[in-house]
């Protein structure tokens, strides 16, 4: 078969799956209680092996509205809210990332749901891989949405004066999720499972809205010697500790948009779906 085939193949088999995806129903809101915690989730429906997206810090289930139904004609696709964000319950306590994978254990057992494929964006990296660690007869394969970070070495990086990366302030159950994930290191050499791990790769330094210049010109003075090189440590780290792990940079892009904006979406898309389809 020859280039141009297999381009036309493949374009081709990405249409059917965008028509599929349209045609699907609207999805469902549902909730489950877990140890008196009422959380909720979204069920796109699909079938085939179940796949469950987590969120990122601060959004519910129906950030994935976007991306979810790409994938309904292999999986059954269901995202969770984890506690803590509405419609979900807000607890005291129990945001610790060893309580965070019991309710995603929990919210599995509740949907009779022996073993899944996880997907986890930003912060809910932490989640997965305590649940991988923890759970592991319960874990099929791992995909990191640009989530597999160090947050304790990124929170001592921010407080570098040469390199003082503004950190947000946040409150209540937010805050309580932050401070889990800064204290959790991510055990990735305890993890059986294959994962993928997409990263943003930034060719210059982030300056987030609102710095003002004296610290926005020591982020950008200071990207080559510190910012540039603790990216390259995490996906190095990720690289040397998972023992079936495999990465996916994604350029030209940034933590928010790679999972709107069409061009980096289709490559995770494509790669997340070869990657969940192989044996």
């Not at 599929?20 to 979204?42: K, M, N, S």
């Not at 987590?54 to 059954?76: E, I």
């Amino acid at each position: 078969m020859t280039r141009s085939w297999l381009h036309l193949v493949a374009v081709a088999a990405i249409a059917v799956t965008a028509s599929l995806a349209a045609q699907q129903p609207p999805p469902t809101d549902a909730f489950v209680t877990v140890d008196g915690v009422r959380l909720h989730y979204v069920d796109w429906g699909g079938t085939g092996r179940p796949l469950l997206f987590l969120t990122s810090l601060g959004s519910n289930a129906h950030q994935f509205d976007a991306l979810a139904p790409k994938f309904v004609d292999r999986f059954r696709v269901l995202a969770l809210t984890r506690r803590g964000k509405d419609p979900s319950d807000k607890p005291p306590s129990g945001y610790d990332t060893t309580a965070l994978a019991g309710d995603i254990k929990g919210f599995l057992d509740a949907m009779h749901i022996d073993r899944v494929l996880l997907a986890g964006y930003s912060i809910a990296g932490d989640e997965e891989t305590r649940f991988a660690a923890l759970f592991p007869e319960r874990v099929e394969k791992l995909v990191y949405l640009d989530a597999a970070y160090d947050r304790k070495s990124g929170v001592a990086l921010a407080r570098n004066p040469a390199y003082p990366m503004p950190l947000p302030k946040f409150e209540g159950p937010i805050a309580e999720t932050v401070k889990g994930a800064t204290a959790a290191d991510p055990d990735y050499a305890s993890v059986r499972a294959p994962a993928l791990a997409f990263y943003v790769i930034y060719e210059t330094p982030q300056v987030p809205p609102g710095t003002d210049p004296f610290t926005e010109s020591k982020l950008i003075a200071g990207w080559p010697t510190y910012g540039e090189p603790f990216l390259h440590a995490q996906v190095n780290r990720f690289r040397r500790e998972m023992k079936h792990g495999r990465v996916v940079e994604l350029r030209d892009t940034n933590h928010v948009r790679f999972l709107i904006d069409p061009a980096p979406q289709q490559v995770v898309v494509r790669e997340m779906r070869r990657f969940l389809l192989a044996e």
